[in-house]
């Protein structure tokens, strides 16, 4: 699977929009983007995938760049309960496994 | 629909003793994943069952290991446990190999 490279941590205003960036500038051709938080010492949550059109569901927005080798993960009004760990992971279609990286730790203050 | 749920949620071993952990999928869903949390590893990927079978298995020793049964109920077992095995164990299921996983809320194991 292709590597990913995230920055550490960031900060959200509640009410703001959060935009998480996502490098994966080796990604091949059937390679999926995911998108998966974990609140602190809980399961990991799914929130969103793609290929190479932008996504979006009830939770955000995901989109790719049109050379796919960056996204960015979009949290439209962000609130205190999305404060967790966001883990961008890059996945072969038939792949079973998830490799996590370390993630963003993203903080949503008041 | 009812989430994966992992049994039992905490637990504490001694050195060398043994455990089992068990995980239920969403249902319909016939391949379930097992990963390790540690501090110090991050989340690693142990092995993944479908249709009864290890498909894929990570970079882990023998003591870890697992099975599934026909309902695609899963659980996983580690021998002779150590100090290292301290972790978060979780259990993620998915409807087809390669679809998004659904984890569930882990499994965590003290070794004392």
């Known amino acids: 699977d292709a590597k990913t490279t995230q920055p550490p941590s960031m900060d959200c205003a509640e009410g703001r929009a959060a935009n998480l960036p996502c490098n994966h500038s080796?990604?091949?051709?059937?390679?999926?983007v995911y998108w998966y938080r974990q609140i602190h010492s809980q399961g990991p949550q799914y929130i969103i995938h793609?290929?190479?059109n932008n996504e979006t569901n009830e939770m955000a927005s995901l989109i790719i760049t049109e050379d796919r080798k960056s996204s960015t993960l979009i949290l439209p009004h962000a609130t205190l309960r999305d404060t967790a760990v966001y883990y961008c992971?890059?996945?072969?279609?038939?792949?079973?496994?998830?490799?996590f990286g370390t993630g963003t730790r993203l903080q949503v203050t008041l | 629909k009812a989430g994966v749920t992992q049994t039992p949620r905490y637990l504490i071993k001694t050195r060398g003793q043994q455990v089992t952990l068990s995980c239920s999928p969403i249902?319909?869903?016939?391949?379930v994943s097992w990963y390790q949390q540690t501090p110090g590893q991050g989340l690693q990927f142990l092995f993944e069952?479908?249709?009864?079978?290890?498909?894929n298995k990570g970079n882990f020793p023998g003591r870890f290991s697992g099975r599934q049964f026909s309902n695609s109920r899963s659980e996983m077992n580690v021998s002779t446990l150590e100090l290292g095995d301290s972790a978060l164990y979780l259990c993620?299921?998915?409807?087809?190999?390669?679809?998004?996983?659904?984890f569930g809320p882990g499994t965590r194991l003290t070794v004392t």
């Open positions: 992971i890059v996945r072969d279609g038939t792949a079973s496994k998830l490799t």
């Open positions: 080796t990604i091949s051709g059937n390679e999926y």
């Open positions: 793609g290929l190479k």
């Open positions: 249902s319909g869903h016939r391949s």
């Open positions: 993620a299921s998915s409807s087809l190999r390669g679809a998004e996983q659904y």
């Open positions: 069952y479908f249709s009864e079978t290890q498909r």
